[in-house]
């Protein structure tokens, strides 16, 4: 009995085991981890574990996610990510909880494909983990999109078999885990174009079940109406937005013309390469490869403005490249390719390609892993501040990615803003405008702004940020506490009233 079970799931145990194996030495062959977020991600899902769904959450103030009006738009994948919490340090749960989940989405995805008969489902899933490095990195990071990309998985699952209901509740799921779930809406107007090329009839089923379950998700809700509104400006701060009024993660930039070209080589090929093997006729007989062709389009358009959507491109592409090629490889035998002496040598050359291109993309997310910043970059001065300041006093920090380091080592204190500086410049532009320019030291004397205005008498900066520096060294009211390697943490003295 478990030897047929064996047997039957085989490509999907070799799927979730292989990843295991590949995306653990990777992690824990870094010093850091992935991304600058996952700090943030899994330090919340430790206070997931301890508190529950309603976690108190008063580090951002100043921001739209102060205390009144926090939204987890994560919520679902702090709980996900909480037990790994419970018996594991935090960077191990990290590191161990990110492997897992990328495990689980690839057995997922040899499973998917053999539900729509794909030959060597264990070699497409490969295939799809090496096309990039940008979307192996990222999905690498303790964040959710790795959930995103199952959901997308799911959606085209449910869609193609006319099951409305599970897609009403995939959709539900997907809000609770990743504000990215809009993302299903031009999901579901694409399969009502499928639907329509494949029977000539407009079906509102797609459209109506996205949005039942995104209404549902957004209502039964711990954040409910407040998540609402936070939706609102994430769509207009960095979907609808032609520029970013704040600086940004690197990832909302788009990629230079000879980046995209090496990092999505294998996505763009296969994309060009599905096209040039589907004749007119086929789109009307091939409702899954027209799906993802229109699907992979999208993605790509949205590339162009942002490199973060290689994680929805690279595979959108390579599906549809798979069923392009799904009548040839059906017919496709390794027995018969062994009697065909002539085709040896060109099949040897695809390996070979294949294996290289594999090694580049492995060895160069090993490299890339091997360069992150330490783990305890911030423990020496984040500690000092837990341990020499007030419980629940605000630190002034100089910039806003500082905060997922900071909350991960330290969630004594209070902080600025993090996770997004959009979400304190639509707060209150003109105190983000302030926080900037004493963070690029370009105020002479912040010593009272920061005490009077931020609430805040110790500032924590790391040794980047020179220009603030060299102020503090010349203020006479600002001492320096704590200094290491990597950051500074100083203390803001009060004027002598008496004076």
């Not at 070799?14 to 870094?30: T, Y």
Request: include cysteine; proline fraction near 5%; aromatic fraction near 18%.
């Amino acid at each position: 009995m478990s030897s047929s079970i064996f047997i039957r799931y085989r490509s999907q145990l070799a799927a979730f085991f292989g990843c295991m194996a590949i995306i653990g030495f990777l992690q824990f062959s870094s010093p850091g981890l992935a991304g600058n977020d996952g700090y943030y991600h899994i330090a919340m899902a430790s206070l997931v574990w301890e508190q529950g769904l309603s976690v108190a959450f008063p580090y951002l103030e100043f921001t739209l996610l102060d205390q009144d009006h926090f939204v987890d738009t994560h919520m679902l994948f702090h709980v996900f990510q909480a037990p790994f919490t419970a018996f594991l340090d935090l960077e191990s749960a990290a590191k161990v909880s990110s492997s897992f989940f990328i495990a689980l989405a690839f057995t997922f995805f040899t499973w998917m494909l053999k539900q729509y008969d794909v030959p060597y489902p264990l070699f497409w899933a490969l295939v799809v983990l090496i096309s990039s490095e940008s979307f192996l990195y990222r999905m690498m990071m303790p964040r959710p999109p790795i959930f995103a990309l199952v959901f997308t998985w799911l959606t085209f699952h449910f869609l193609m078999q006319r099951q409305f209901k599970l897609l009403a509740l995939t959709t539900c799921i997907f809000v609770w885990t990743y504000k990215s779930f809009p993302i299903l809406v031009p999901m579901a107007l694409i399969a009502m174009v499928v639907f329509y090329v494949e029977k000539k009839t407009v079906d509102f089923k797609p459209l109506l079940a996205v949005i039942a379950g995104i209404a549902i998700g957004m209502v039964i809700n711990p954040s409910f109406p407040d998540n609402i509104y936070f939706l609102l400006n994430a769509l207009r701060m960095k979907i609808f937005a032609d520029g970013f009024s704040t600086s940004v993660g690197n990832e909302w930039y788009p990629f230079k013309t000879l980046g995209l070209l090496k990092d999505a080589f294998i996505p763009l090929v296969a994309y060009i390469g599905g096209i040039l093997l589907t004749n007119r006729g086929e789109w009307k007989a091939d409702p899954c490869r027209l799906f993802w062709f229109l699907v992979a389009t999208m993605w790509l358009i949205m590339l162009f403005k942002s490199r973060r959507f290689i994680e929805f491109y690279s595979p959108a592409a390579l599906l549809f490249f798979i069923y392009s090629l799904q009548p040839w490889a059906k017919q496709f035998s390794f027995a018969k390719l062994f009697q065909r002496r002539i085709l040896w040598l060109p099949v040897a050359v695809c390996v070979a390609l294949f294996a290289v291109v594999g090694y580049q993309t492995l060895h160069g997310e090993y490299v890339r892993m091997q360069k992150k910043t330490p783990i305890n970059a911030y423990q020496g001065g984040a500690r000092w501040l837990a341990n020499n300041t007030p419980a629940g006093s605000t630190v002034f920090h100089t910039d806003w990615d500082d905060f997922p380091r900071l909350f991960f080592h330290n969630r004594h204190n209070n902080y600025i803003l993090g996770l997004d500086p959009d979400y304190m410049r639509l707060k209150d532009a003109r105190l983000y405008k302030t926080w900037k320019k004493i963070s690029k030291g370009r105020v002479k004397s912040p010593e009272d702004i920061i005490l009077d205005t931020f609430g805040a008498e110790y500032v924590f900066t790391d040794k980047k940020h020179k220009r603030f520096m060299k102020i503090a060294k010349r203020s006479p009211r600002m001492e320096k506490v704590f200094s290491d390697r990597y950051t500074v943490v100083y203390h803001i003295r009060k004027l002598d009233t008496g004076e």
